[in-house]
């Protein structure tokens, strides 16, 4: 039997070379590990989740290194410690969050990143499939200010270029200040649009005006949203506009706009999934249309992401584009084969004729599309019209010849508008020959049972709503536009009564347009909400509060959403040291933030204190005859990146769980002996 070993028996030999088999096999259990261990060891979970813009790109850096430093640990074959089978050398994650624009660019770099991780080859013991980040990718709109400013700087410059222009435009002078938030964006996107605009015209400065190269974004921009498009539309025009020989003495290679179009991503997927939603109920909503359109099925799958948004919206595009205009083949195709069968069986019906019409029977191709519809169509009326006439041998098939039932429409038919003319004139024209007992020894009652067809699913095809927006979208500004394009056009179209028999008015889109201030819009009217109510609670107040009244218009845009949070707080100051209503004037709970607000930044930070001191001021028992309990804001606090918050979140929780999963047991340090 051989010795067993204790420490209090082993060597000091001993000691060290057993710790090392002892860490050695336990290095080899990691490869040998299944199920849902990952690790040999833990890691350090990430840092709280960001609540706003610094805190993102704080979050961005740390998720960063501290992955970057889980991807490159190995189990050490001698020690034990580490992390993996093998380094992950693919997916390493570079890049420096700075600003919420390069935070951005870094998180969703970090979540393709880790995804990949999970599974890479070789790396884990066992491939984590559960731990998968899917929150939506984040952008910002910060780029708009940067693009904004480098326009600027590269116009104002190209205005004088030497031997670029005629004369130098001294006139059209872009001195907007520097943009920097999103009231300094609007204004400097809207004066580069109007001297622009002003200077592909100005008297003497081309050789020719230049009528090319126009913006046809909405100006002036009153929105974030509108902000990035028509900064990007301006970097795209002046970028063609520089380089036009035909408006300039030489091209302008100097003055290039270096910085990327902006984007930005908010409520696109929303808008996006219910636009698909409504515009497949309305194709086939009873009593709308004369036909249902069973054609134009939008089919791609849910906006989750930036490409699916992409592929989504575009597909809408497409099919609705297709509607508006749609024809139904399905109504010709069956009046036409109808006709032929009961043509062809009413010249050989019993004792209808004199003699039988064997010499002018259709043997046109069943049809089955327009196409073969109107090669049927156009037989039929060509025998029909002998068959008027006809002889049988040396007999005459009618009693007399029918002059009366004659086909007046367009023959050959050779579009669609003509084949169902003149497929309803041969179901009238036919019908009326079999009925008639002046050629016939009897009335066929063989007739056509086929509706008369109409070919359109609109009463009339809806000419005016048609989206004009880029189709297919590429990138995220272009699906913003598109989105909204479509949101337009197509409930303009589902209320038009010159096209349907009847206005769609069940299928409406609800979302707004496509934005980036959803949290603002929440926290604010939680905040209305419990205010209006707090004003007048009972028992809380000496006397209640019917003064200091938010009257401001519920929200729906930026500007709007400033002019609210300015009202709220404005009335939220004003109840605070109002007389009668307290017991003492609350003096602690004051708003000391920037007011009235006059950027989409200074309003989040605004309405986010409003929620901090309103849900102090309620509970103040030193002002109040008793704390109120009932009105309390809960909406979580605004932040102007949203999806980057959301998606900060996902990469936190996942990861964290990701590095949890380790091996029970720890390698031994010969301390421990």
């Known amino acids: 039997m051989g010795t067993r070993f204790t420490?209090?028996?082993?060597?000091?030999?001993?000691?060290?070379?057993?710790?090392?088999?002892?860490?050695?096999?336990?290095?080899?259990?990691?490869?040998?590990?299944?199920g849902t261990t990952f690790h040999n060891a833990t890691r350090t979970a990430l840092g709280a989740a960001p609540t706003d813009t610094a805190t993102c790109i704080l979050f961005a850096e740390s998720a960063k290194g501290s992955l970057n430093l889980h991807m490159a640990s190995v189990a050490d074959a001698t020690t034990g410690a580490g992390e993996h089978a093998v380094a992950d050398a693919t997916n390493t994650i570079s890049g420096t969050a700075s600003t919420i624009d390069t935070a951005c660019t870094q998180l969703r770099l970090i979540k393709s990143k880790y995804n990949t991780h999970m599974s890479q080859s070789g790396v884990h013991c066992t491939d984590d499939a559960t731990n998968t980040v899917t929150a939506a990718d984040c952008y910002s709109y910060d780029a708009a200010a940067t693009l904004a400013n480098d326009l600027k700087a590269k116009y104002n410059l190209h205005r004088t270029q030497a031997l670029v222009h005629a004369i130098d435009d001294a006139v059209n002078v872009a001195t907007a200040g520097a943009a920097g938030d999103l009231t300094t964006t609007l204004t400097l996107v809207n004066d580069m649009a109007t001297q622009y605009t002003a200077h592909l015209t100005q008297a003497g400065v081309h050789v020719v005006d230049d009528t090319t190269h126009v913006l046809t974004a909405t100006i002036p921009a009153t929105t974030s949203a509108e902000a990035i498009l028509l900064a990007n539309d301006l970097r795209a025009m002046y970028e063609a506009h520089r380089v036009d020989n035909a408006a300039h003495s030489g091209f302008d290679a100097i003055n290039v706009v270096t910085a990327t179009a902006a984007t930005d991503f908010a409520t696109l997927v929303t808008l996006t999934n219910e636009a698909y939603g409504d515009y497949n109920a309305h194709r086939t909503q009873a009593t709308v249309h004369v036909a249902n359109d069973t054609t134009n099925a939008a089919a791609s799958a849910a906006a989750?992401?930036?490409?699916?948004?992409?592929?989504?919206?575009?597909?809408?595009?497409?099919?609705?584009?297709?509607?508006?205009?749609?024809?139904?083949?399905?109504?010709?195709?069956?009046?036409?084969?109808?006709?032929?069968?009961?043509?062809n069986a009413h010249l050989t019906a019993a004792g209808i004729h004199p003699f039988n019409d064997v010499a002018n029977s259709s043997a046109a191709a069943l049809a089955n599309n327009l196409a073969s519809a109107i090669v049927r169509v156009n037989d039929l009326v060509v025998k029909y019209a002998l068959h008027r006439l006809a002889l049988n041998g040396g007999d005459h098939c009618h009693l007399v010849d029918d002059a009366t039932n004659l086909i007046t429409a367009t023959a050959p038919a050779t579009t669609r508008s003509e084949c169902v003319a003149l497929a309803n004139d041969l179901r009238t024209i036919l019908t009326a020959h079999q009925g008639s007992v002046v050629q016939h020894s009897l009335a066929d009652a063989a007739v056509i049972t086929a509706v008369a067809c109409i070919g359109h699913v609109h009463t009339v095809d809806d000419a005016t709503h048609v989206i004009t927006a880029t189709n297919p979208a590429t990138n995220l500004a272009e699906g913003i536009a598109l989105a909204n394009d479509v949101r337009t056009k197509y409930t303009a179209h589902i209320a038009a009564a010159a096209n349907h028999p009847v206005p769609d008015a069940t299928n409406t889109i609800t979302s707004p347009a496509s934005s980036e201030f959803g949290a603002l819009?929440?926290?604010?009217?939680?905040?209305?909400?419990?205010?209006?109510?707090?004003?007048?609670?009972?028992?809380?107040?000496?006397?209640?509060?019917?003064?200091?009244?938010?009257?401001?218009t519920v929200p729906t845009s930026t500007l709007t959403a400033i002019a609210y949070v300015n009202d709220l707080a404005a009335k939220y100051n004003a109840h605070r040291v109002l007389a009668g209503v307290h017991v003492v004037n609350d003096t602690t709970n004051v708003l000391v933030s920037t007011n009235p607000a006059t950027n989409l930044a200074e309003a989040i930070t605004l309405a986010n204190e409003i929620k901090t001191k309103y849900n102090l001021h309620r509970v103040d028992a030193a002002s109040h005859a008793g704390g109120d309990g009932v009105n309390i804001v809960t909406a979580p606090v605004a932040t102007e990146y949203?999806?980057?918050?959301?998606?900060?979140?996902?990469?936190?929780?996942?990861?964290?769980?990701?590095?949890?999963s380790a091996l029970a047991q720890s390698p031994i340090l010969i301390g421990d002996c």
């Open 521 to 552: 819009v929440t926290i604010l009217a939680a905040e209305a909400t419990q205010y209006a109510a707090h004003r007048v609670q009972a028992n809380v107040h000496v006397a209640n509060d019917m003064t200091n009244v938010v009257t401001a």
């Open 7 to 34: 420490v209090r028996n082993m060597t000091d030999e001993l000691v060290p070379a057993t710790v090392l088999e002892w860490n050695k096999s336990f290095r080899d259990l990691l490869t040998l590990k299944a």
């Open 304 to 343: 989750s992401d930036l490409a699916s948004s992409l592929t989504r919206i575009n597909d809408l595009a497409t099919k609705y584009d297709a509607h508006r205009v749609m024809t139904d083949d399905a109504d010709i195709v069956a009046l036409v084969n109808d006709a032929f069968t009961i043509y």
């Open 642 to 660: 949203a999806t980057a918050v959301v998606l900060s979140a996902d990469i936190r929780t996942q990861v964290n769980a990701h590095y949890a």
